[in-house]
């Protein structure tokens, strides 16, 4: 099985990947790590594609399923990760709905005062931002590529810095003593959840996996 997958890439290179996001900092990360390999990154919304439903209860369908519309709805292959914050003293929250913790519209502000409501009186501050990268080579594609990531370190009170988003600025990374937000972008890309998800699915495509 391994060795008909190798076959079937190198024979159909893959020349264009639809991104299942129009975010553009995903789009510029992401289309700097493909380059090398001659992938050129389309955002979906160039194509007109919607965003797809995010319903599940895990990173790894969410991002099945918008990986899955992209590539059915573009006739490409496509890409796209389901990301977020998970909190040990709330049994793995905000997880899949890190974006929404706070409900619509979506407010990093209002999710950050929400988070830090419900641990005002918890002494376990644990968390960790996780991320999965799921690669279709076509719609019905039987064997996606899936990657992921995670990045460990605590909740503090007092938010420092002004790089990141989200959660960033009250997430303290213990290697660093720095929140995400105090790095600068290079360290976050070699160091974040999402970088390494994405150095994983790049080296299974290099393997021809």
């Given at each position: ?92 929250e905000p997880g ?78 213990p290697d660093f ?22 150095r994983r699915l ?8």
């Amino acid at each position: 099985m391994i060795a008909f997958t190798k076959t079937r890439l190198k024979s159909h290179p893959m020349k264009q990947l639809v991104l299942a996001s129009s975010n553009p900092g995903k789009l510029r990360e992401f289309g700097e790590m493909f380059a090398p390999l001659g992938i050129e990154i389309i955002p979906q919304s160039k194509l007109g594609i919607p965003d797809a439903e995010e319903p599940h209860g895990t990173f790894v369908e969410n991002a099945l399923a918008k990986a899955r519309h992209a590539a059915k709805l573009s006739g490409l292959p496509a890409m796209a990760d389901d990301s977020g914050i998970c909190v040990r003293a709330l049994g793995g929250e905000p997880g899949v709905h890190s974006a929404r913790f706070a409900g619509e519209p979506k407010s990093d502000e209002r999710n950050n005062r929400k988070l830090l409501d419900l641990l005002r009186d918890k002494e376990e501050r644990r968390a960790h931002y996780y991320c999965v990268i799921v690669l279709m080579r076509h719609g019905d594609d039987p064997e996606p590529l899936i990657a992921e990531g995670a990045w460990q370190g605590r909740i503090i009170d007092t938010p420092r810095g002004a790089n990141g988003f989200g959660y960033d600025p009250y997430f303290l990374l213990p290697d660093f003593d720095k929140t995400a937000a105090e790095l600068e972008p290079s360290q976050k890309n070699l160091a974040s959840h999402r970088g390494k998800a994405l150095r994983r699915l790049l080296a299974k495509l290099k393997e021809g996996v």
